[in-house]
């Protein structure tokens, strides 16, 4: 599968009541991964996070794109299409209502893809192949968006990772079938088929490739458990829909 790395796609300056999100400076040119951001992270405020599922077909659609650092070139960027220009659009917004950014500074926005293999395949229709290739990789993977956010100390994170929407039958998706109240137990059993992983409520066993589930039983649940083992509960941390109640699913031995 094509992969595509993280990157700071925006700085949010604050200055008192006064904010304005700038893309990066070169941003048409320009890619600011994650080691990028390491070198020069003092000079800024801590950053805000955003996580995202996987790449889809936008961020595949790059040219004449260099590393800042490397000047090698760069053939995808994370949320390049109408994602991207939402977070532009409506992330002032949002932090505003929430209220958390009291420190007038500048603070990096950085996109993280839980996955950065492109799971979607490049299918138009997502229910097709992303949630099937996502949850096959996952139990390998995940420790690999561990990883990257352990090298990160944000001032917030933003879950976005979809539900991850997919077909349980040839015309039917499982969203359709019986929204909310039925899609995490499809979604279980995709689980089950796809890698024999089965639920378990008992938290006392344990295997080493478990896979955490926070909140709904679906692909943001599991993003939300890996975000929530590193910086347990620090930062405030908004996924798209929010529940309370979680439960563990271990491998079928």
């Not at 990157?7 to 941003?27: C, P, Q, S």
């Not at 070198?39 to 801590?46: G, L, N, R």
Request: a negative charge.
């Amino acid at each position: 599968m094509k992969s595509c790395n993280d990157e700071v796609i925006a700085v949010l300056e604050v200055k008192g009541k006064d904010w304005n999100l700038r893309r990066t400076f070169k941003y048409d040119t320009h890619f600011v991964g994650l080691d990028t951001y390491l070198i020069h992270k003092d000079k800024y405020c801590k950053p805000i996070v955003i996580v995202t599922e996987s790449p889809h077909i936008e961020e595949f659609k790059v040219s004449n794109l260099n590393d800042l650092t490397s000047n090698k070139p760069v053939s995808a960027r994370p949320v390049n299409g109408r994602t991207g220009l939402n977070i532009i659009k409506f992330l002032v917004e949002l932090l505003k209502n929430e209220d958390l950014l009291t420190e007038s500074g500048s603070y990096p926005v950085i996109v993280i893809n839980a996955l950065q293999e492109q799971c979607s395949e490049g299918n138009t229709d997502t229910n097709i192949h992303r949630t099937k290739n996502f949850i096959k990789l996952w139990p390998e993977r995940k420790h690999f968006l561990q990883e990257r956010l352990i090298t990160l100390t944000p001032t917030l994170v933003i879950n976005a990772c979809t539900m991850g929407n997919f077909y349980i039958d040839e015309n039917l998706d499982a969203y359709s079938d019986g929204g909310r109240d039925k899609f995490g137990a499809y979604f279980l059993q995709l689980v089950k088929d796809e890698i024999g992983y089965i639920q378990c409520y008992d938290t006392s066993v344990k295997c080493e490739d478990d896979i955490g589930i926070i909140g709904q039983a679906d692909l943001s649940g599991m993003v939300m458990h890996i975000i929530l083992e590193v910086y347990d509960y620090q930062y405030f941390i908004k996924k798209q829909r929010t529940h309370h109640h979680g439960h563990m699913i271990k491998t079928n031995i």
